[in-house]
C-alpha cells in the first residue's frame, strides 16, 4: 500500500513503518513545508498520508488522493489544518498525537511565563550590549508567582499539567474557566469561573483551549480591557485564539504588563510584525513538544496509527468524530 509523509521525520517513526513491510514510503524528504503542487502530486493514489499541522489537508487533497485513501495520521494533537467533515464523508480513518506531548507543552508553557513575567529575555539583551551598569533596585523588575492568581483557560490534558506545575509557585488561586468544570481540578484546588471573572481577576492568564469556532479570536479588544495593567498573558494554545492587533494594542498602550506567545497568527510571523518592536511581548517559534524524546515518540505514535489504518486494525491513539 502507498503511503505519502510530508515531511522528513523523526527516524522512530520511519523505522517503524520501514520494517513493518506493509506500505511503500513516499516522503517529502525536507524540513520545510512540502510545496501544495508537490503534496497533490505525493498524495495521488495513496492509501495512508501522515502529515504535519502546517499542511493544510482540505477537499483539494483528498480529491488527489483518490478512492484509496484509508487513513490519515498527523503528527500533532491538534486537527484544525484538516478538513474533517469531508474526512468523515470519505470514511477515512484519522490518528493523532495526544497525551503523548502534554507533559512537554506544559514545561514549556511554564518557561515562557516566568521568562516574560520576569523579562528573562530582556535581561539577556542586556548584558550581551553593554546595558548591564551598576545595580539598580527597579531595574529589569517583572512580576512573581509567589502569591498570585493564575487563570487557565482550557483545563485539559496540557492545561491541567501547566497548574501542576505552577501551583507549587505558592500561587494562591488557581481560576480556570471553559465549557464544563472538571472534578479533577480539586487536585489543584481550582475554582471553575466564568471568563470575565478569570480575566479581570488573575494575575497571569494562561491560554491552553482547543481552537474552535467558539475560541476564534477570544483574546481580543474587549478581553484584554478586562485585564489587570499589571497582568501577564501567555498563549500556547492556537495562534488564532488571538486577535494579534488587539494584543498589540494592548501591549502598547499599557492596558496589559507583557505576553508570551509561542503560537502566532500566520506561522513563522514575518519578522517585520509589530508585535516583535516590543520589549513587553516574548515570541518563540511553536517549539511547544520540542523535546527530543516527545517528537520521538510523536513519531513512533503516528507511525502505529498510520499502520493500524491501513491494515483495519485498533489505533493506539485514533480521533473520534
Same mark, same amino acid.
Given at each position: 500500500?502507498?503511503?505519502?509523509?510530508?515531511?522528513?521525520?523523526?527516524?522512530?517513526?520511519?523505522?517503524?513503518?520501514?520494517?513493518?513491510?506493509?506500505?511503500?514510503?513516499?516522503?517529502?524528504?525536507?524540513?520545510?513545508?512540502?510545496?501544495?503542487?508537490?503534496?497533490?502530486?505525493?498524495?495521488?493514489?495513496?492509501?495512508?498520508?501522515?502529515?504535519?499541522?502546517?499542511?493544510?489537508?482540505?477537499?483539494?487533497?483528498?480529491?488527489?488522493?483518490?478512492?484509496?485513501?484509508?487513513?490519515?495520521? %498527523?503528527?500533532?494533537?491538534?486537527?484544525?489544518?484538516?478538513?474533517?467533515?469531508?474526512?468523515?464523508?470519505?470514511?477515512?480513518?484519522?490518528?493523532?498525537?495526544?497525551?503523548?506531548?502534554?507533559?512537554?507543552?506544559?514545561?514549556?508553557?511554564?518557561?515562557?511565563?516566568?521568562?516574560?513575567?520576569?523579562?528573562?529575555?530582556?535581561?539577556?539583551?542586556?548584558?550581551?550590549?553593554? #546595558?548591564?551598569?551598576?545595580?539598580?533596585?527597579?531595574?529589569?523588575?517583572?512580576?512573581?508567582?509567589?502569591?498570585?492568581?493564575?487563570?487557565?483557560?482550557?483545563?485539559?490534558?496540557?492545561?491541567?499539567?501547566?497548574?501542576?506545575?505552577?501551583? @507549587? +509557585?505558592?500561587?494562591?488561586?488557581?481560576?480556570?474557566?471553559?465549557?464544563?468544570?472538571?472534578?479533577?481540578?480539586?487536585?489543584?484546588?481550582?475554582?471553575?469561573?466564568?471568563?470575565?471573572?478569570?480575566?479581570?481577576?488573575?494575575? +497571569?492568564?494562561?491560554?491552553?483551549?482547543?481552537?474552535?469556532?467558539?475560541?476564534?479570536?477570544?483574546?481580543?479588544?474587549?478581553? +484584554?480591557?478586562?485585564?489587570?495593567? %499589571?497582568?501577564?498573558?501567555?498563549?500556547?494554545?492556537?495562534?488564532?485564539?488571538?486577535?494579534?492587533?488587539?494584543?498589540?494594542?494592548?501591549?502598547?498602550? #499599557?492596558?496589559?504588563?507583557?505576553?508570551?506567545?509561542?503560537?502566532?497568527?500566520?506561522? @513563522?510571523?514575518?519578522?517585520?510584525?509589530?508585535?516583535?518592536?516590543?520589549?513587553?511581548?516574548?515570541?518563540? @517559534?511553536?517549539?511547544?513538544?520540542?523535546?527530543?524524546?516527545?517528537? #520521538?515518540?510523536?513519531?513512533?505514535?503516528?507511525?502505529?496509527?498510520?499502520?493500524? #489504518?491501513?491494515?483495519?486494525?485498533?489505533? @493506539?491513539?485514533?480521533?473520534?468524530?
Amino acid at each position: 500500500m502507498k503511503v505519502f509523509i510530508t515531511r522528513r521525520i523523526p527516524q522512530e517513526g520511519m523505522k517503524i513503518l520501514s520494517q513493518a513491510g506493509v506500505c511503500k514510503v513516499s516522503l517529502w524528504d525536507s524540513d520545510e513545508t512540502v510545496p501544495r503542487a508537490e503534496l497533490l502530486k505525493g498524495v495521488a493514489g495513496a492509501h495512508g498520508l501522515l502529515c504535519l499541522l502546517s499542511d493544510k489537508i482540505d477537499t483539494e487533497v483528498l480529491d488527489a488522493a483518490g478512492p484509496n485513501l484509508k487513513v490519515i495520521s %498527523t503528527l500533532s494533537v491538534g486537527f484544525d489544518h484538516m478538513a474533517m467533515d469531508e474526512i468523515k464523508k470519505r470514511g477515512v480513518r484519522v490518528g493523532y498525537t495526544p497525551d503523548v506531548l502534554t507533559d512537554a507543552t506544559a514545561e514549556l508553557t511554564v518557561a515562557l511565563l516566568l521568562a516574560t513575567a520576569r523579562r528573562l529575555p530582556e535581561g539577556v539583551v542586556e548584558v550581551k550590549n553593554g #546595558g548591564w551598569s551598576t545595580w539598580k533596585p527597579l531595574w529589569l523588575c517583572g512580576y512573581g508567582l509567589s502569591g498570585s492568581t493564575v487563570g487557565v483557560i482550557g483545563l485539559g490534558r496540557i492545561g491541567m499539567a501547566i497548574a501542576r506545575r505552577l501551583k @507549587p +509557585f505558592g500561587v494562591k488561586r488557581l481560576l480556570y474557566s471553559g465549557r464544563t468544570a472538571k472534578s479533577y481540578a480539586a487536585e489543584v484546588e481550582g475554582e471553575y469561573v466564568p471568563l470575565d471573572t478569570l480575566v479581570s481577576e488573575s494575575d +497571569f492568564v494562561v491560554v491552553s483551549c482547543a481552537l474552535t469556532p467558539e475560541t476564534q479570536g477570544l483574546c481580543n479588544k474587549d478581553f +484584554f480591557i478586562k485585564m489587570k495593567n %499589571t497582568a501577564v498573558f501567555i498563549n500556547t494554545s492556537r495562534g488564532a485564539v488571538v486577535n494579534q492587533e488587539d494584543l498589540y494594542q494592548a501591549l502598547s498602550s #499599557g492596558q496589559i504588563a507583557c505576553a508570551g506567545l509561542d503560537v502566532t497568527t500566520p506561522e @513563522p510571523l514575518p519578522t517585520d510584525h509589530p508585535l516583535l518592536t516590543l520589549n513587553n511581548c516574548v515570541v518563540l @517559534p511553536h517549539i511547544g513538544s520540542a523535546t527530543y524524546s516527545t517528537r #520521538g515518540i510523536m513519531a513512533e505514535l503516528s507511525a502505529n496509527n498510520l499502520l493500524a #489504518g491501513l491494515q483495519g486494525t485498533d489505533m @493506539p491513539s485514533e480521533l473520534k468524530f
